[in-house]
């Protein structure tokens, strides 16, 4: 049996994991990110992984870590992680040489797309394409088995797609990405703005806000539309056809097996996935004249990242027997 | 030396040559078809590779069909080619069974792609995507050395990834397709409103048409571009920002190496393509953090399906043995 630890990188916190063959994490820990120190990232990850190795009881193989940054073509180099503060950073050699184990880095939305095609939602496809919905939106695709990485290891960036020509400026510097009309951040956006207006369709909203829109959160959101609230069914449904849509050029271009939506967003469920999958069908190249690819939730949550930094850890080690 | 025969089906003719394994064309032939005859365009493709055959002078291992349309994921079956009226046609049985060798079937556009990347002016990279710009827009690509298919065969699809919501109608019935806005479609519409409104800048293209924008082409365009017409000269630009500008959102899709422009229009040269760099550099996403790919303009001309499907035809033989 071989283990190996999968390790999540994020603006404020890591989490990891001991993995197992099956995909089972069968020991977590995590511990803060002091976000705008690159060096203690490093030693961070580095602790963690020590820890897991320690307290997990088990043999440990390598290590594999998913950061939400671009990492270059031979998975050495973090080229830019925005929250991560790091730029031009060897990561990979500088963690090996702290662990004392071989290391794996990839990009985590790619670590979460090889989790879900190995162990969650896309397990017996052959190739798939997913979309994690949060603040922003990642992206990640395998393809005939493979993770998508490209030439430059920067592939699956699918929320900046761009979907509006001139349309709202992106934390990218783009303006009309995908992100900003398919995202978490664009749900409480369209909430606040709904609640500003003051109208009688804003009632629930405005009500769990006491009035401040800046005091929405997008979980309050999907809690009303769970509850039955017109406005945020609405709201939850305008983010779930654009994010539909988008799939649907994404997939002009990579014609998936499946489609996983994930991400903190993806917890609203069907008030998300019905308009998504509505929107995908509707805008599907060849409709009517070819199979249509499956629209479904992720299952991982959260551990997505960790089980798949973890697998990408294990699949270098079978690599290089 | 293994020679294998390319066939390109076309809304109106069947191109077809003997490959060589450095990729040239040894033999070539060609024979109109009857579109609205799918048998006959079957025996017309059998016909015509039983002619290079006999003619070459050189033993046909193997043939390969570009054909513009869904091409199953199995390769066998064409699902649906609009201009050619064959739908669920068992093609790829039907032609080795008439022809007597083992057949390969691809839609054109990917067929197209595979040439640029093993013979043409990809053939560096180990990934790649090409836009040919004609009345429409291909698409094809190439992951680490395979032509990307996708889950049922139709990856690729370029033309068909929305860039207006709600933009113009297009051919496929979805509207704001990037093929209404950077094809050769799109060129000569634009040039035609330009005419309709009789003003100034419109004189040399008004000239050229007699007054009747119906009469002008998309080489006139080209033609007074290169003879410093300053309105058709933006006209290409206008095509060639919206081509670099959706080469950059399928860029952030599939992340290539090297970006091909090829088609008809690509015939402009630097009228389209400078426009197209710029564009494409400017929406990149990671750009100023990241290596950046080039945008080249394709080296096989109207050879490049014909070389492709002669190379996935060889490909065949080779995995086959």
Redesign the interface.
Known sequence: VTYTIGLDVGGTKIAGGVVDETGAIVHAGRVETPAQDPAAIVRGCADLAGRLARDGGVEIDAVGVACAG?IDADRSTV??APNLAW?NLPLRDELAALIGLPVVIENDANAAAWGEFTHGAAEH???MMLLTVGTGIG?G?V??G?L???????????G??????GGLRCG???KGCLESYASGSALLRAARELVATGGADAIALTQRCGGDPSKLRGADVTELAEAGDIASVELLAEVGTWLG?GA???G???????VVIGGGVSAAGDLLLEPARTAFRR?L???G???E?EVVLATLGNDAGVIGAGELARQHLEECR
Chains 1, 2 share one sequence.
């Open positions: 671009f080229l830019f730029r496809a052959d190739g992206g695709a393809v005939r493979q998508l990485r490209g030439g430059y290891g920067i592939a699956g960036e699918f900046h797609v761009r979907v509006v020509p990218c510097g783009n849509e649907a050029s994404i002009a271009v990579l014609d998936p097996d499946v805008n190249i060849g409709r004249h070819r199979p690819p």
